[in-house]
C-alpha cells in the first residue's frame, strides 16, 4: 500500500542554497511573517555542501562518502501533536551545528499520524554522534516518548553516486516543499548484476537531476549491504514525477506489472531482485 508523508520539518544543503529566498524552511530562525507557512532566514549562513565538498578535498578524503542515519518511531496514542513541536525543536537543535549536516528532513505519515520518519547526511560519524548526545534527552522518557518497541535506527554508511549533493529547479519564490513529493526506494541487484545496477544508480541520478521540476535525486550505495542501493528524490508535484516516469518507461521500456519490481520499467527490473519504494506528500510546516 502507497503510503503518505507529510513533512514537519527541513533543512536540505546545497549549491542552491543562495538562491533560497525567505520561503525557504531552512530557516535558522523560525520568526513567521505576515504570510502564514512563510519563514523569515535568521542568524548567519551555514555551512553548505559546497563548503564541505572544499573541506574534503583540503583534507584529502573524499566529499562521496556520507553518513546516512534513518530514524523512525511511533508516537504514544494522542501525542502526535508533541511529536510535531519535538520534530521542530530538534530541526533547530541540528541547525545550530555549523558543520557536518548537509541534510535534516523529518516527515509524518499521513495515514498514520503516529510514525515519524527522519533522513540525515552527516559528514563524518563524531559529528553525528554529538548530534545524537544533543538531542538523545529529547527521544527519551516522559509522556511524549515513543512506544519503544516500535522505535528503530539505522546507522549507515554509504558511498553516495550522485554528481549533486542537491540540485534545486524550482523557483525560489514558490513554496514547492508544500505540495513536492518526496520518495525512498532500495533495490537489490540480482547476483552478478551488482556493477550494472551501481552504473543504472548514477545514470538515474544523473538525469533525475537534469529532468525540469526534480529537487532532490540522490542515489547511495550501502557499504554493509554490497550490491544494494538506495534512492532519496523529491519532486516539484505529482504531475513532474508522472512525467519523470513515462520518461524512464520510454527510455527503458514498459513495466511488466504492477507489484514491486515488476512496475518498475522493464530495463531497470531486469537488474533487481528486490525493490522497496515509499512515496510520501510533502505540505508545509
Not at 555551512?47 to 562518502?65: E, L, M, N, Q, Y
Amino acid at each position: 500500500m502507497t503510503r503518505t508523508w507529510r513533512r514537519l520539518s527541513c533543512r536540505p544543503g546545497g549549491r542552491s542554497r543562495r538562491r533560497r529566498s525567505a520561503t525557504s524552511c531552512s530557516a535558522r530562525s523560525r520568526t513567521p511573517t505576515t504570510t502564514p507557512g512563510r519563514w523569515r532566514r535568521g542568524g548567519g549562513q551555514r555551512r553548505t555542501s559546497r563548503d564541505h565538498f572544499r573541506a574534503c578535498r583540503i583534507a584529502g578524503r573524499s566529499p562521496d562518502v556520507v553518513i546516512t542515519w534513518t530514524v523512525g518511531l511511533t508516537a504514544r496514542p494522542g501525542r502526535e501533536n508533541s511529536w510535531i513541536a519535538i520534530a521542530n525543536e530538534l530541526t533547530e537543535t541540528s541547525n545550530r551545528l555549523d558543520e557536518g549536516c548537509d541534510i535534516y528532513i523529518c516527515l509524518q505519515n499521513l495515514d498514520d499520524p503516529r510514525d515519524f520518519l527522519w533522513y540525515e547526511q552527516w559528514a563524518t560519524m563524531p559529528l553525528l554522534e554529538r548530534h545524537v548526545e544533543r538531542i538523545s534527552p529529547m527521544l527519551a522518557g516522559g509522556p511524549e516518548g515513543p512506544e519503544g518497541s516500535r522505535l528503530y535506527t539505522s546507522i549507515q554508511r554509504r558511498e553516495q553516486l550522485g554528481y549533486e549533493l542537491l540540485r534545486n529547479h524550482v523557483s525560489p519564490d514558490r513554496d514547492w516543499y508544500e505540495a513536492s513529493i518526496t520518495g525512498w526506494a532500495v533495490a537489490r541487484a540480482k547476483p552478478g548484476r551488482e556493477a550494472e545496477l551501481r552504473q543504472l544508480a548514477v545514470d538515474l541520478s544523473r538525469m533525475g537531476q537534469e529532468f525540469p521540476g526534480n529537487v532532490t535525486h540522490i542515489a547511495h550505495e550501502r557499504e554493509d549491504v554490497p550490491g544494494t542501493v538506495c534512492w532519496f528524490e523529491q519532486w516539484r508535484d505529482q504531475s513532474v514525477l508522472d512525467a519523470r516516469v513515462a520518461s524512464l518507461e520510454e527510455r527503458y521500456g514498459a513495466p511488466r506489472g504492477t507489484e514491486g519490481v515488476a512496475r518498475m520499467p522493464a530495463g531497470i527490473a531486469d537488474l533487481m531482485e528486490s525493490l522497496e519504494s515509499t512515496r510520501y506528500r510533502v505540505v508545509a510546516t
